[in-house]
Nanobody, 123 residues
C-alpha cells in the first residue's frame, strides 16, 4: 500500500541541527506537494513547512522561518527538512504528508502520511 516513511529524528541539544527525510513507497512524488507537520503531547497538530510538487513554492510556519529549510529531490522520490538552530519548543513527533500538486495548511487535505519521527531538543 502507498505510504510515506520519515527518518532522521533523534535527540539533539539546543542550537543543534537535524535533517529529516520523507520517502515515498508505492508511488512517486513528482505530482505531489509534501507537507511537514508536528505534534507535541497535548497540543494540536501544527504545519511546519510545505513544498509544492515541483519545488516552485515553499511555506514555513512563523516559528521556524529562517531556521528550517524544505527541499525535494524527485529523482530520489524524497523530500527533506533541514532543521537548524533547534529549540526545546521544536520537540515533537514530525510527520510528512502528501497531496496532489499544491500545499495546504490543513492536515485533512493530505492523502498520505508517514508514521512519524521523534525530534527531541534538550540539554
Amino acid at each position: 500500500q502507498s505510504h510515506l516513511v520519515e527518518s532522521g529524528g533523534g535527540l539533539v541539544q539546543p542550537g543543534g541541527s537535524l535533517r529529516l527525510s520523507c520517502a515515498a513507497s508505492g508511488f512517486t512524488l513528482d505530482r505531489y506537494a509534501i507537507g511537514w507537520f508536528r505534534q507535541a503531547p497535548g497540543k494540536e497538530r501544527e504545519e511546519v513547512s510545505c513544498i509544492n510538487y515541483n519545488g516552485g513554492s515553499t511555506n514555513y510556519a512563523d516559528s521556524v522561518k529562517g531556521r528550517f529549510t524544505i527541499s525535494r529531490d524527485n529523482a530520489k522520490n524524497t523530500v527533506y527538512l533541514q532543521m537548524a538552530s533547534l529549540k526545546p519548543e521544536d520537540t515533537a513527533v514530525y510527520y510528512c504528508a502528501a497531496r496532489y500538486y499544491h500545499c495546504s495548511t490543513l492536515w485533512p487535505e493530505y492523502d498520505y502520511w508517514g508514521q512519524g519521527t521523534q525530534v527531541t531538543v534538550s540539554s
